[in-house]
């Protein structure tokens, strides 16, 4: 593997445990009075914004290279967004599925719950959930793990060692079914199109479109669909008599 990827993914590993250098300053906070979960949220969406800055920096040399000759067009390649986004939906659900009726595991990730407190205290943690954590995933997890295990062993081996590992650093082990299916799906797309873009924006529009259903779907919206439902059951009973 070029020594490049291998700093690509010490970059990745610094900034995921660059939270750490905040502890010292945690009583100097609370004298000034500085909400601690804010602090750390502004500091992820800058040490991830630096990860991403590097890491493209580092494979500038990956950038120049002319795409390989049997990868898709431009038009085919937003064709290939569109399907892997609705198969990557598909997949989740079925996942989610699976989890419920197969190993009675409750639906709602901690993961997500916590992204969804972020990105309310502070809108522009979106851009880590919708931009730079798709880009880095995806270079990192497809293009370097996937794709240089993919070169010496098949497809099989490799989506199976990627997703798993994908999976397990979101470290929400109790849903790694549905990240391990994400996995799966990106790689494919990835092998697909020969364009590490596709799995890039395909995963970014899956996570702006759970972020955008979760923050709607508030208790109140919940409620106000329960009471819609129940007006439309009684105009049901009415019209149709019973």
């Known amino acids: 593997m070029p020594?490049?990827?291998?700093?690509?993914?010490?970059?990745?590993?610094?900034?995921?445990?660059?939270?750490?250098?905040?502890?010292?300053?945690?009583?100097?906070?609370?004298?000034?009075?500085?909400?601690?979960?804010t602090v750390s949220y502004w500091w992820s969406l800058i040490?991830?914004?630096?990860?991403?800055?590097?890491?493209?920096?580092?494979?500038?040399?990956d950038m120049r290279t002319p795409a390989v000759r049997n990868a898709t067009g431009p038009g085919m390649t937003i064709v290939w967004i569109i399907i892997g986004f609705f198969g990557a939906y598909a997949g989740q659900v079925i996942a989610g599925l699976i989890e419920t009726y197969a190993f009675g595991i409750t639906q709602g990730s901690e993961n997500t719950s916590n992204i969804l407190d972020a990105v309310r205290e502070?809108?522009?943690?979106?851009?880590?959930?919708?931009?730079?954590?798709?880009?880095?995933?995806?270079?990192?997890?497809?293009?370097?793990l996937f794709g240089e295990i993919?070169?010496?062993?098949?497809?099989?081996?490799?989506?199976?060692?990627?997703a798993l590992v994908f999976g397990a650093v979101h470290g929400d082990f109790l849903h790694l079914l549905q990240y391990f299916?994400?996995?799966?799906?990106?790689?494919?797309?990835?092998?697909?199109?020969?364009?590490?873009?596709?799995?890039?924006?395909?995963?970014?529009?899956?996570?702006?479109?759970?972020?955008?259903?979760?923050?709607?779907?508030?208790p109140e919206r919940m409620?106000?669909?329960?009471?819609?439902?129940k007006q439309l059951e009684n105009m049901q009973m009415i019209i149709f008599g019973g």
Request: aromatic share 12%.
């Open 181 to 218: 299916v994400m996995g799966v799906v990106f790689a494919a797309l990835y092998v697909q199109t020969k364009r590490i873009i596709v799995p890039i924006i395909t995963h970014g529009l899956m996570n702006l479109m759970v972020v955008i259903i979760q923050l709607y779907l508030t």
């Open 150 to 162: 993919y070169k010496r062993t098949n497809f099989f081996v490799a989506v199976l060692i990627s």
């Open 122 to 144: 502070v809108p522009a943690f979106v851009l880590i959930v919708v931009v730079f954590a798709p880009v880095l995933e995806e270079i990192i997890f497809r293009k370097i």
């Open 3 to 37: 020594a490049r990827y291998w700093f690509v993914i010490l970059t990745y590993i610094v900034m995921q445990l660059s939270a750490f250098l905040l502890v010292p300053f945690v009583p100097l906070m609370d004298d000034r009075g500085l909400d601690l979960a």
């Open 223 to 229: 409620e106000e669909i329960e009471r819609m439902q």
């Open 47 to 61: 040490t991830f914004l630096l990860a991403v800055v590097i890491v493209c920096f580092m494979l500038r040399k």
